[in-house]
C-alpha cells in the first residue's frame, strides 16, 4: 500500500473544477480544502496498491490544467517487502568498528568510479 498526502495550489474560481477532477483521478481523493491570501489551497490523499501506481496518481495530478503548484508532503510505501531482516543499527555498527584507515571506502566524491 502506497499513501501519500499532496499539496495543491489553485486559483479561486478554478478550485471547484479542480477538485471534481482530483476525485475523478484513480487512487485521489479531497481531503482539506482551504482558502489561501491568493486562492486556494488543496490536500490530496492518494492511496495507491503500489509505489508506481502511486507515482502515476502524482503525476496525473501534476498535469491536470487547473494546478497552479503541486508538492509532495507526505508518503508512507509498505511494499518494500519483509524490513524485519534488515539491522537498523548498521551505521552505528560501522561508526564504531574498529579498522585501518586503508579499509574504508569512501562514496562521497561524485568523480570517484566504482
Known sequence: ?????????TKTETADSLCECIA???????????????????????EAPDLESGVGAYQTLEKLPDVTSIAMVFAYDDCAG???????????????KTQ???????FGAITQKL
Open 24 to 46: 475523478a483521478t484513480p487512487c485521489c481523493s479531497v481531503a482539506l480544502r482551504e482558502k489561501a491570501a491568493v486562492g486556494e489551497k488543496i490536500v490530496a490523499l492518494i
Open 82 to 96: 519483509d524490513m524485519s531482516a534488515l539491522n537498523p543499527n548498521i551505521a552505528q555498527d560501522t561508526l564504531n
Open 100 to 106: 585501518k584507515a586503508e579499509e574504508i571506502t569512501y
Open 1 to 9: 500500500m502506497n499513501i501519500s498526502s499532496v499539496l495543491l495550489t
